[in-house]
């Protein structure tokens, strides 16, 4: 049983890039949500998609945008990238309506330069 | 905004020691879980408590949610050193409001052969 994937694992992109995020959920699961985690910092929650639709945002600029696709596979999209943005970028999944816990992905490592 | 607090921030022990760790907050959350970080991994579940007063225990893991339901703790007890790494507590708002996970700050043990 695969658990949460990501693609890529490692990412450099130029302050100004656009860049997208892949994420595959646990088998059985249908709702995914990402979380950026800074260098030295707890993983913040930038948002959740369940039923391809965005259901709840953390503080996070519409530079970050989502996509939840039929099989429940996500994108995370982020615009005109900052330096700031370069973390750890966390995909988790869970079964919503039910108390399963997230399970999160390997995660990206974005480095904007 | 919800935030935790978790201490201390860094821990440097003795193998075989015991650890204690614990995350307080300002707001009253149904789940609390417990994860470990690794290096360049994405956090992995350790515990997950439901019911405020729980005791779960995992292994050499034991984590209570506190009777408020605004604080838990977690320990390790005989640790060894592949208990080295960083532990994130978060507290999980209800499904209503989005049931997304809020996190402290970690707590990075460091454990000497």
């Known amino acids: 049983d695969a658990g949460v994937t990501q693609s890529p694992t490692h990412l450099i992109k130029t302050r100004g890039q656009q860049v997208t995020l892949r994420c595959s959920p646990k088998s059985g699961h249908d709702t995914v949500s990402w979380y950026q985690q800074a260098l030295g910092q707890g993983p913040q929650f930038i948002f959740q998609y369940y039923e391809e639709e965005e259901r709840q945002r953390g503080n996070f600029p519409d530079r970050f945008s989502g996509h939840q696709f039929p099989n429940y596979s996500s994108e995370l999209n982020v615009n005109a990238l900052l330096l700031g943005d370069s973390a750890l970028y966390l995909c988790a999944s869970s079964l919503r309506g039910i108390g399963t816990e997230a399970f999160f992905g390997q995660g990206t490592r974005l480095t904007v330069v | ?113």
């Open chain 2, 1 to 113: 905004g919800q935030q935790l607090n978790q201490s201390p921030q860094s821990m440097f022990i003795q193998e075989g020691e015991d650890v204690s760790m614990n995350c307080t907050s300002s707001s009253i959350f149904n789940t609390w879980l417990w994860y470990k970080q690794d290096p360049g991994e994405g956090p992995v579940l350790l515990i997950a408590l439901y019911k405020a007063g729980e005791l779960t225990s995992n292994g050499r893991l034991t984590a209570q949610f506190g009777i408020t339901r605004k604080d838990s703790f977690l320990n390790i007890s005989a640790s060894i050193p592949s208990d080295v790494g960083i532990y994130f507590c978060a507290g999980r708002v209800p499904p209503l409001q989005g049931g997304k996970l809020i996190f402290g700050q970690g707590t990075e043990l460091s454990v000497k052969p």
